[in-house]
């Protein structure tokens, strides 16, 4: 049966709020999300278009042990981020300067290596929720390119895949995961071996800040000597409403065994376009 003309053109007002209504749903952005701060990476993909930059500021870290010091630092530690889909986004990591200064406690003898780092590249495939909310889960293939200097990169190319799984547990606390596998070069400096990684940590929302506990476990599985790193992490974050594109961050990392730095410092930002 037809509609009367009255009942045609609400029908076709209807419509078109309903249409506009959804088109506007889909322009709002994401919530912010950065992978600072923290060792893990979270499942989250940035709009597609949306463009963020991430600095780490300044990044020290201290070993005392086995008769050395050990201070590496750096600085301009940066990923630039695009994303490419509604699910996908490419990342780039680099940084600027870095610097490792090797103390032999007992002679006073020093020596110094400094340069940039090494190239990263990865994708970041959203499986289910790219905006973060919910059970979150992703996908993230990265390689590494020998770019940096002697002493501070790898120097072998280097990759493999990241898993991030994000799940809220409350309105304010949340569970991140994300489990590593990696290929990377002997210390021999022929063929190649696993690497195995996995970060498991506890968030909560405070208002601005965003507070996080994080363990931290890496297995480097050289055929000549197996290391085993961990450490206890804490990280802290703040955003405000009247500034949703910008994020400012501080993280110490504290070592748990003989192959992890002590202590471990880092301050960073991360700003959207």
């Keep these: 049966m037809a509609l009367p003309r009255s009942g045609l053109v609400l029908a076709t007002l209807l ?17 912010f999300c950065a992978d600072r701060p923290g060792k893990g990476s979270p499942p989250c993909v940035l709009d597609q278009g949306r463009f963020q930059v991430e600095v780490g500021l300044a990044d020290a870290a201290f070993s005392r042990g086995g008769g050395t010091a050990v201070d590496a630092t750096s600085f301009g530690a940066l990923e630039l981020r695009l994303g490419l889909t509604a699910s996908l986004e490419g990342q780039l990591s680099w940084t600027a300067r870095q610097r490792i200064r090797t103390v032999d406690r007992a002679s006073g003898a020093a020596e110094t290596v400094s340069g940039a780092g090494d190239l990263g590249l990865a994708v970041r495939w959203s499986l289910r929720h790219p905006d973060g909310d919910g059970l979150s889960i ?27 799984v994000s799940i809220p547990l409350t309105d304010d606390w949340s569970l991140a995961l994300s489990p590593q596998v990696a290929v990377r070069p002997n210390a021999s400096g022929s063929g190649r071996h696993a690497g195995l990684s996995l970060t498991g940590g506890l968030g909560r929302s405070l208002g601005p ?39 400012f961050d501080a993280s110490a990392y504290l070592g748990l065994n003989s192959a992890t730095p002590d202590l471990e410092l880092i301050v960073g930002v991360a700003r959207r376009f």
């Design 209 to 247: 800040f965003a507070l996080g506990a994080e363990l931290w476990v890496d297995v480097d599985d050289d055929p000549v000597d197996r290391v085993t790193a961990a450490s206890f992490d804490l990280t802290a974050s703040w955003a405000t409403k009247t500034l949703p594109n910008i994020q």
């Design 15 to 31: 419509t078109a709020l309903a249409t506009s209504g959804v088109a506007a749903a889909q322009s709002v952005p994401r919530a």
């Design 138 to 164: 992703a996908v993230q293939p990265f390689i590494v390119a020998p770019t940096g200097a002697d002493g501070v990169g790898g120097g072998q190319w280097q990759g493999g895949v990241i898993a991030p």
